[in-house]
């Protein structure tokens, strides 16, 4: 195996948008490409089912303004892109069960509460500006900050009850993790990643603001097609060897390519688990944030009528937050519901039939009765897909970044990596790990 | 497969402390065992290596009083115990270099810094009281321990920057991880599950007093004789199936056996690895810590001779701290010094040839110019142990407790666990994982 012709001249890991856009940039720069993917489908954090005709995005999603690559990206394959629904009023539910009507990322929370947490919103996007994107490791107060979680942060500077709970729900919203999990200077990096903490949290204006038509898994699959048969499904990697003139990937039937170079475009904990040889500088273990998401379907969007966008956040698990994902059509009613952090553990716990019910129980809580008896109705536990292991994305717990950051996006030697973790704008996003392929394409060619 | 009639009553997959332990006791009371191990060899964290006739630690080596299921092991195998080295004079060096004798645990570090460290170690012990070490995530404070790092805490309590620069040297020492990674509630569980800060620092009267004659791996090749051929090795666990009458484990070359029950004693990333199925209810990744561990032989201890006990800590990276591991026969000098945290991970990113120049250079300037010419010199780095992944132990981040706690110690099923992380009392030491094997084979017979 040590003189192993290379069969390709690159290999990439994993067929998620990143490995999909890096495969693809190559195979049309005249490179030979192997696309190895663990799955018996593309897409990695997306992913699609269809409805009465209807695809509908059981992963990631959303767009918006700043990401530049996945518009680019939609435009060149041909899928439209069309506004998330917003007209009407969003809906807050507090820890007691009470509804607020309120518009735009803020509820009504109260005089005091308010300013607590504007404060708190001004505060942390000024940190977040002192965070060097392309290297949060490094800075003065990077090492401080990276000392500490975002939960102490919040119990220092946020100084009432319900300020605390909105950041705790805003946190779980956000990274689907508990604060107390959460490197500070992740958040701030985070957020810098995006731009500004509106551009995470909003919808017009945020990264929630438009949808691409088909759904994000179509972007997936027009990719694949472009890469036919270079793609090899079902096909998990447990072995990189790593020679002076190449690399041996070796896959779990025993099936092994040999290749000049390979990226690992796979979620951080994944890569964790595959055999280096010789071993690798750092280590790339992470969490991942824990998302449920469900994805409700009604005869229509029956909310809008009552003045309502769609749009709810809840004090009150396990619901963390609901948007309107009706499809562009208009034909049919779609609310998805993120059940995000601790809530999410806890709800995995229940029997399909208690969390069924406890879900409906709260999406009519939220948007009355109608919304409890649902035409359709499906679930996704990112955290049992065995590879994705989780989502929206790796959540740095402190220390981590000062610990493995300068490896983190480094080649180590003919090994490069790519994935929505990896770059520094828009880390977590679609547009990250778009950004991610094309980056590492383009050190290859 | 899924009707698979049990090989065995249990099979141990591990063959550390813990799982040696657990695999004999359940084989002495009648029980027919399987234990499964990933190496070449048993014994875990602890190893062995005979240089000259003696038989030098390369992993856990130390116990002490409190510890009374180590000790009790090590009688009913006829391993004798002898204290550690104390005689004479432990040296600190400063990060300037300079060098200053003491007698005990604490050096001198100026009045205002070792009044500052011993206000800091008395609040530590007396928050360790608060934690109930048989259930670390309850508590009314377990929540706000787990959200914070040591760092901050650090930070908040410590005064003087002698005494911050010495505490983190004491959480590289003590848990080989920078106090950035280590939640609060865990550094504090880890002291209550040793009884005391003093407990976990001091050698005489605490957990560095004894040693095991011919090495703790000794203890472990003796468990293993015992267990004759019911231990297999080189081979990993991949795969453990649940069913409703029995296990069915997998390891690499495809090999199944069939069980009622199965107890798995590895560390906690190599658990994580597993794939179970059904999935478990919560997962087992976390952390390990960084330690790279040095033994140094001499043709005698020399340093007792300049009045030198042969213990040191040092300000200046990388060494954190040394000890004397003389033989018991004294014949020969041993001096044994760990890097451990951040400096670990720099270190091993230096060829060899640097690390030893390195590490010869730093043990030259704590104990005189004989100190740099050894007569045998071995490294064992831990992070790089492919089933080890890192030692002394596992490092929970900030709300890794709180969120894996109630699930950390419990049966899934028929799957049990043991493992110097799965015990209450002495976690992480010789003596939890003896504790845990024992406790796994209770539940079972």
Same mark, same amino acid.
């Given at each position: 195996m040590s003189h192993h012709h290379p069969d390709v001249d690159v290999i990439v890991v994993g067929a998620g948008m990143a490995g999909l856009v890096c495969a693809e940039r190559l195979r049309r720069r005249g490179h030979d490409v192997l696309l190895v993917e663990a799955? =018996?489908? %593309?897409g990695g954090r997306t992913a699609g089912i269809e409805i009465d005709g209807e695809t509908l995005d059981l992963g990631g999603q959303f767009i918006g303004p700043g990401q530049d690559r996945i518009y680019a990206l939609a435009a060149e394959l041909g899928v439209a892109v069309f506004p998330t629904h917003t007209a009407g009023a969003n809906v807050m539910e507090t820890e007691t069960g009470r509804l607020r009507r309120f518009r735009g +990322?803020?509820?009504?929370?109260g005089p005091l509460t308010l300013l607590d947490v504007a404060r708190a919103q001004a505060r942390l996007d000024r940190l977040a500006?002192? %965070? =060097?994107?392309?290297?949060?490791? &490094?800075? $003065?107060n990077a090492a401080a900050l990276d000392g500490r979680t975002l939960q102490s942060w919040i119990d220092r500077t946020v100084k009432t009850r319900g300020g605390r709970s909105f950041l705790v729900l805003a946190c779980r919203a956000i990274?689907?993790?508990?604060? @107390?999990?959460? @490197?500070l200077l992740h958040a701030l990096f985070y957020v810098k990643a995006a731009g500004s903490l509106a551009a995470v949290t909003d919808v017009e204006g945020g990264a929630q603001q438009d949808r691409l038509d088909g759904g994000a898994y179509g972007v997936a699959t027009r990719l694949a097609e472009r890469l036919g048969d270079s793609i090899r499904l079902n096909a998990p990697v447990q072995r990189i060897e790593q020679h002076d003139a190449g690399v041996v990937v070796t896959v779990e039937d025993g099936t092994a390519w040999g290749a000049r170079h390979v990226v690992v475009a796979v979620p951080p904990p994944l890569a964790a688990r595959i055999a280096f040889h010789p071993p690798l500088p750092a280590g790339r273990q992470l969490p991942m944030g824990s998302v449920i998401k469900y994805v409700v379907g009604y005869?229509? $969007? *029956?909310?809008r009528q009552a003045g309502l966008s769609g749009s709810a956040l809840s004090?009150? /698990?396990?619901? /963390?937050v609901t948007v309107d994902? @009706? #499809? &562009?059509?208009?034909r049919r009613g779609v609310l998805i519901a993120f059940v995000n952090g601790a809530p999410a553990r806890d709800l995995a716990t229940r029997s399909p039939e208690d969390r069924r019910r406890i879900l409906l129980d709260a999406l009519g809580r939220l *948007?009355? #009765?109608?919304?409890?008896?649902?035409v359709s109705f499906v679930e996704r536990?990112?955290?049992?897909e065995a590879f994705a292991r989780g989502a929206y994305s790796a959540v740095f717990p402190p220390g981590a970044w000062t610990r493995l950051g300068a490896a983190? &996006?480094?080649?180590a030697g003919r090994i490069h990596w790519a994935g929505a973790? +990896?770059?520094? &704008?828009? !880390?977590? !996003?679609i547009d990250g790990a778009v950004r991610s392929g094309e980056a590492a394409a383009d050190r290859l060619s």
């Open positions: 799955r =018996d489908q %593309v +990322t803020v509820p009504k929370l500006r002192t %965070v =060097d994107a392309e290297a949060p490791w &490094r800075g $003065p990274w689907a993790c508990e604060p @107390s999990e959460l @490197s005869p229509a $969007p *029956f909310w004090l009150r /698990a396990p619901i /963390a994902s @009706s #499809p &562009r059509s208009g *948007f009355g #009765p109608r919304a409890a008896t649902p536990n990112w955290n049992e983190w &996006r480094a080649p973790e +990896t770059s520094p &704008r828009w !880390y977590g !996003y």
